[in-house]
T-cell receptor, first 113, second 117 residues
Framework: GNSVTQMEGPVTLSEEAFLTINCTYT??????LFWYVQYPGEGLQLLLK?????DKGSNKGFEATYRKETTSFHLEKGSVQVSDSAVYFC????????????FGSGTRLQVQP | DTEVTQTPKHLVMGMTNKKSLKCEQH?????MYWYKQKAKKPPELMFV???????INESVPSRFSPECPNSSLLNLHLHALQPEDSALYLC????????????????FGPGTRLTVT
């Protein structure tokens, strides 16, 4: 079946540090990949997406590249801010059959001033 | 308008109460979803509606009853809940491609924080 594995958190960084949150997946076919962000007390917001191999999704300074050879979709940001503190979820959706999202366990990011 | 709205924001109910959660979107999406999220966990899919018809029920107990009265609205009717049903309930929507299958990205509402006493 489909699965998504994320690095354990929390990840604690100082402001302006470089961020990487690892995400690997298992799925048949050609899934689409997503990063969602959840700020405290809120719902999930779509941060970025990639629908085919080698696609790079980007938004608000965050980037992730769909790597089929390593089945990975790592999230990166060059310089984090305190306002980036949130929980980040990696997710996939298959290209056939049931299109429901499969989520990773989430990674909490804490950015200190 | 790229917003999914949910009401109420917070709900406290007793185990004998009947209440409803409401979700609305005006993006023209024809697939809508209910998720349940416990603290420090990812969302868990409960129900999927496609073209206002229930297409997926993830073996959810019958004390949760979904309803999709039109293409913009989704309700979740609650009755005789248990304390372990306390959670954040999220609604989401997504467009459907010409093939009739839901496309990939889903847009989430802010959720209803439910507490069952």
């Amino acid at each position: 079946g489909n699965s998504v594995t994320q690095m354990e958190g929390p990840v604690t960084l100082s402001e302006e540090a470089f961020l990487t949150i690892n995400c690997t997946y298992t799925a048949t076919g050609y899934p689409s990949l997503f990063w969602y962000v959840q700020y405290p007390g809120e719902g999930l917001q779509l941060l970025l997406k990639a629908t085919k191999a080698d696609d790079k999704g980007s938004n608000k300074g965050f980037e992730a590249t769909y790597r089929k050879e390593t089945t990975s979709f790592h999230l990166e940001k060059g310089s984090v801010q305190v306002s980036d503190s949130a929980v980040y979820f990696c997710a996939l959706s298959r290209d056939t059959g049931r299109r429901a999202l499969t989520f990773g366990s989430g990674t909490r990011l804490q950015v200190q001033p | 308008d790229t917003e999914v709205t949910q009401t109420p924001k917070h709900l406290v109910m007793g185990m004998t109460n009947k209440k409803s959660l409401k979700c609305e979107q005006h993006m023209g999406h024809r697939a809508m979803y209910w998720y349940k999220q416990k603290a420090k966990k990812p969302p868990e899919l409960m129900f999927v509606y496609s073209y206002e018809k229930l297409s997926i029920n993830e073996s959810v107990p019958s004390r949760f009853s979904p309803e999709c009265p039109n293409s913009s609205l989704l309700n979740l009717h609650l009755h005789a809940l248990q304390p372990e049903d306390s959670a954040l309930y999220l609604c989401a929507s997504s467009p459907i491609a010409n093939s009739g299958r839901a496309t990939y990205e889903q847009y989430f509402g802010p959720g209803t924080r439910l507490t069952v006493t």
